[in-house]
């Protein structure tokens, strides 16, 4: 994660860009930009990543991520489990034993 | 030479065809290549250069596969083509997330475009998911 401030950028790779946490949980590591909130204004964050329960509310508007399409499936499922409690390891073992949602159908509906 | 930005459209609109089916024959009339679509965006462990693709990750919980570019763009307008819907490889294995690149769905996938130099540089775990958000996968022709 690079983040752009006044300061010299750093780069961090494994800190939630929400919470700040570095920690072994899964995340979500996003190829793209993140206006990050703060009390100076809004602070530009360059490919963060994210902890399941930790990805902003409106990442999904600006994103283009429709919770209910197949190919968002297991996104949407982890960030339940890990908004209900699930962590760590477990939320690993969760994601595990999720069904495949990659390489799905995505020819819009005519 | 440079190109009108009508074509410039043309050609984006062409190599980052976003159809589900169907094939795309580029080239002189005597001597077309075919690329079968869906095109694909993959995910690499190295940088692409222009003449290899990248080392692919391969495995995970996913397990890790190209995702298709069906429906997830736009037309090309003003000599760019833009991404309109995420992209996201969920279950991914432990790596580097270093580059993106687009291929066709042939048996033995041709390779098409790659964003290449800098390194994304993402340390990805096991379990984790990539996401290349709406937006942020672009082709461009100068």
């Known amino acids: ?110 | 030479m440079s190109k009108f930005t009508t074509f410039a459209n043309d050609l984006l609109d062409a190599y980052l065809d976003t159809g589900a089916s169907g094939t795309l024959a580029i080239g002189p009339v005597s001597a077309r290549v075919n690329y079968t679509l869906p095109f694909k965006v993959g995910l690499t462990t190295t940088l692409c250069t222009a003449g290899a693709l990248g080392t692919e990750f391969t495995g995970g919980s996913g397990p890790y596969a190209r995702q298709s570019l069906a429906g997830a763009m736009g037309a090309a307008s003003a000599a760019a083509k833009t991404s309109t819907s995420a992209l996201t490889f969920s279950g991914m294995p432990a790596g580097t997330w270093a580059d993106v690149f687009v291929a066709d769905s042939t048996g033995t996938p041709k390779n098409v475009v790659f964003k290449g130099t800098p390194s994304l540089a993402k340390t990805v775990n096991a379990g984790d998911t990539c996401l290349i958000p709406s937006g942020s996968f672009q082709g461009t022709e100068a």
Not at chain 1, 10 to 20: I, M, P, S
Not at chain 1, 35 to 46: E, F, I, R, Y
């Open chain 1, 1 to 110: 994660m690079t983040e752009t401030t006044t300061e010299a950028a750093a780069v961090v790779n494994d800190r939630c860009a929400a919470c700040g946490q570095e920690d072994d949980h899964p995340m979500i590591h996003v190829w793209g930009v993140w206006q990050k909130p703060t009390d100076d204004g809004l602070l530009t964050v360059v490919n963060p990543s994210f902890h399941f329960d930790c990805l902003p509310d409106d990442a999904h508007d600006l994103w283009g991520i429709d919770r209910d399409a197949p190919e968002h499936a297991n996104l949407k499922a982890t960030q339940e489990a890990a908004r209900a409690g699930t962590h760590g390891d477990d939320l690993r073992a969760f994601i595990a034993g999720l069904p495949s949602d990659n390489d799905v159908d995505t020819t819009p509906e005519a």
